[in-house]
């Protein structure tokens, strides 16, 4: 079964938008835990425009599911995750003045310096995911430098969805396909909805989990958040 990991960052973007602690982060978290979240994902950024650094502590503290932190692996990221030592940490390569991921590792170019990276990671007991696009030699790259799992970056799958969502799945079919050749974990994120994740699920092989936030938050808006939590859950499961 694909396990949900709410990224609660755009939780974060509404309380710093105010100031204070409403909504407090820590609340959500364990909501979201109690609706059925079967993990948090936070997205750290220097600039803390969202998720604070305090925030990952504090979160640290009370989840109780699957706790992923994702971002680009700069020093005091690195010092952070060792600290924490979450569950998984999931490498990114977005600039700093990024608005949000758009583009996996090019796991050849970057090959010596995610090695060092996710020994370091391993050696505190941590699980580590790469973010990678399809390219199935950007797979093979992740294999070779050592990591445990790779999430595929979706964004261009949500993208071609609503045209053609067969031609729009197949890279991503492949790519499992091959992860799955290889012996790596899989997981998938960026811009996956109640619109196009059931089809996603159906389609990609051995699939562990999805991390979803922006979507997902923003249907909350409507359709308050255990529910939508529920239905978000229900597209992982129903069909698969």
């Known amino acids: 079964m694909t396990r949900l990991s709410v990224n609660i960052n755009k939780v974060a973007t509404l309380r710093n938008a105010r100031g204070g602690n409403n909504p407090d982060l820590v609340k959500v978290a364990l909501d979201c835990e109690r609706f059925g979240a079967q993990g948090i994902t936070v997205h750290p950024r220097p600039d803390e425009r969202h998720i604070r650094y305090r925030d990952v502590l504090d979160l640290h503290d009370v989840v109780t599911t699957e706790f992923n932190i994702e971002g680009n692996p700069d020093d005091r990221f690195i010092e952070l ?11 990114v ?3 700093p003045d990024a608005i949000t991921s758009n583009a996996g590792w090019d796991t050849i170019r970057h090959a010596d310096h995610l090695r060092g990276l996710i020994e370091t990671f391993k050696a505190e007991g941590i699980r580590v995911s790469i973010f990678v696009d399809t ?5 093979e790259g992740a294999k070779a430098v050592g990591t445990d799992r790779i999430e595929l970056y979706t964004e261009p799958y949500a993208a071609q969805y609503p045209t053609d969502r067969e031609a729009a799945v197949a890279p991503f079919v492949r790519a499992a396909l091959k992860a799955q050749e290889l012996g ?7 811009d996956l909805s109640l619109d196009n994740l059931r089809f996603f699920a159906q ?3 051995r699939l562990l989990e999805v991390s979803i ?3 997902l938050i923003c249907d909350a808006l409507y359709l308050g958040l255990e529910n939508t939590i529920q239905l978000y859950r229900r597209c992982l499961t129903e069909g698969v």
């Not at 390219?135 to 797979?139: F, G, L, Q, T």
């Not at 790596?184 to 960026?190: D, I, K, R, S, Y």
Request: proline share 9%; hydrophobic share 40%; no cysteine.
């Open 81 to 91: 995750v060792k600290r924490v030592k979450p569950a998984q940490v999931t490498l």
């Open 93 to 95: 390569p977005d600039a």
């Open 135 to 139: 390219d199935e030699r950007m797979v």
């Open 184 to 190: 790596l974990g899989l997981n998938a994120g960026h």
């Open 203 to 205: 389609q990609v092989p």
């Open 213 to 215: 936030g922006h979507a």
